[in-house]
C-alpha cells in the first residue's frame, strides 16, 4: 500500500533534548512538508522540501531543522531552542507537476516534552 | 497575502440535518481549494478539491463543495449529517502559481447529536 508513515505515534522527551520524528513515504512524490498543529490554531508549516537535498523555511521554523537525503524521507528534529515544542506534528507529501498538488498526510506524531 | 477564513470554529447540527461549513479565501485570481477532514488523533484526509472546471465538486462520504469566484467561497455541505461526520474540518488553498504550498484555515469542529 502507498502511503506515509510517522514513527512514533506518541513521544516523550525532557526540557532540553533533541528529538527527531520520522517520516517516510512510498508514493514517490517530489515534495515533502512538515506541519505543527496545535488546538485553535489550524495548521502550521514548519519546513517544506521539494527536492532531495534542498528544502525552504516555513512560517514557524525557529527551533526546528530537516533533512532530506531520500527523496523518500523527510526527519525533523525537534531542538532544544524550540521554546514550546510540546504538539502533534503531521508529515505531509504531493506531487509539484500536474494539475492539484494535492497533499497526502501521515497519520502524526503527539510529542510531549516535560 | 493569502488568507483563508473559516466562519465558525464549532458547529452543531442534529442527525439527518443539512451541514454547512462556511470557508472563504482572500485573492483576486482563483487558487487551487480544498477540504480536509480530521478525526481525533489522526492526519488529515482529503474530502474534496477543486482545481478548474465544474465549480460544484462532489467528494466523499457525500460532501460537496461549490466554488463561487464572486464571492470567494467554497463552502462544503452534506444534506443529511451522519453521527460519524462529527471530525474537524479544515479548508485549505494553494495560490495560483505558487505550487504546493497550502494555506490552512483555523478548522471548524462539526458534533453531530443524536
Known amino acids: 500500500d502507498g502511503g506515509i508513515t510517522q514513527s512514533p505515534k506518541y513521544l516523550f522527551r525532557k526540557e532540553g533534548q533533541n528529538v527527531t520524528l520520522s517520516c517516510e513515504q512510498n508514493l514517490n512524490h517530489d515534495a515533502m512538508y512538515w506541519y505543527r498543529q496545535d488546538p485553535g490554531q489550524g495548521l502550521r508549516l514548519i519546513y517544506y522540501s521539494q527536492i532531495v537535498n534542498d528544502f525552504q523555511k516555513g512560517d514557524i521554523a525557529e527551533g526546528y531543522s530537516v533533512s532530506r537525503e531520500k527523496k523518500e524521507s523527510f526527519p525533523l528534529t525537534v531542538t532544544s531552542a524550540q521554546k514550546n515544542p510540546t504538539a502533534f506534528y503531521l508529515c505531509?507529501?504531493?506531487?509539484?507537476?500536474?494539475?492539484?498538488?494535492?497533499?497526502?498526510f501521515g497519520p502524526g506524531t503527539r510529542l510531549t516534552v516535560t | 497575502a493569502q488568507s483563508v477564513t473559516q466562519l465558525g470554529s464549532h458547529v452543531s447540527v442534529s442527525e439527518g440535518a443539512l451541514v454547512l461549513l462556511r470557508c472563504n479565501y482572500s485573492s483576486s485570481v482563483p487558487p487551487y481549494l480544498f477540504w480536509y477532514v480530521q478525526y481525533p488523533n489522526q492526519g488529515l484526509q482529503l474530502l474534496l478539491k477543486?482545481?478548474?472546471?465544474?465549480?460544484l465538486v462532489k467528494g466523499i462520504n457525500g460532501f460537496e463543495a461549490e466554488f463561487k469566484k464572486s464571492e470567494t467561497s467554497f463552502h462544503l455541505t452534506k444534506p443529511s449529517a451522519h453521527m460519524s461526520d462529527a471530525a474537524e474540518y479544515f479548508c485549505?488553498?494553494?495560490?495560483?502559481?505558487?505550487?504546493?504550498?497550502?494555506?490552512f484555515g483555523q478548522g471548524t469542529e462539526l458534533s453531530v447529536k443524536p
Open positions: 485549505a488553498v494553494i495560490p495560483y502559481n505558487q505550487g504546493g504550498k497550502l494555506i
Open positions: 505531509a507529501s504531493s506531487p509539484i507537476s500536474g494539475a492539484s498538488y494535492e497533499q497526502y
Open positions: 477543486y482545481t478548474t472546471g465544474a465549480t
